[in-house]
């Protein structure tokens, strides 16, 4: 089984910066595809980026420019650093691994912005 396993996510204003990490443990394949994920109350969830096992990314064009991913292969962990926030980018953040054994899901942590 797969665990991923999220911290960061907190109160910040705007303009200023957090980095969500997610750490994953079990059975993690060597091709798979981590991301984040966010569901604002009463919409829809939307993936915010997304990185390959090679570092190839993928970011919303809502974010471009302001959140980076990254990851570190070695200790299976996936970052999304968060810069120049906005009181839209609040939500519930979620972490996500897909790989051909399963897809999963971290258990999401709240990113408030206060204008």
């Known amino acids: 089984q797969v665990q991923l396993v999220e911290s960061g996510g907190g109160l910040v204003q705007a303009g200023r910066s957090l980095r969500l990490s997610c750490a994953a443990s079990g059975n993690i394949l060597s091709l798979n595809v981590m991301g984040w994920y966010r569901q604002a109350p009463g919409k829809q969830r939307e993936l915010v980026a997304s990185i390959n096992n090679a570092g190839s990314t993928n970011h919303a064009d809502s974010v471009k420019g302001r959140f980076t991913i990254s990851r570190d292969n070695a200790k299976n962990t996936v970052y999304l650093q968060m810069d120049s926030l906005k009181p839209d980018d609040t939500a519930v953040y979620y972490c996500?691994?897909?790989?051909?054994?399963?897809?999963?899901w971290g258990q999401g942590t709240q990113v408030t912005v206060a204008s």
């Open positions: 996500n691994l897909d790989q051909w054994l399963g897809n999963y």
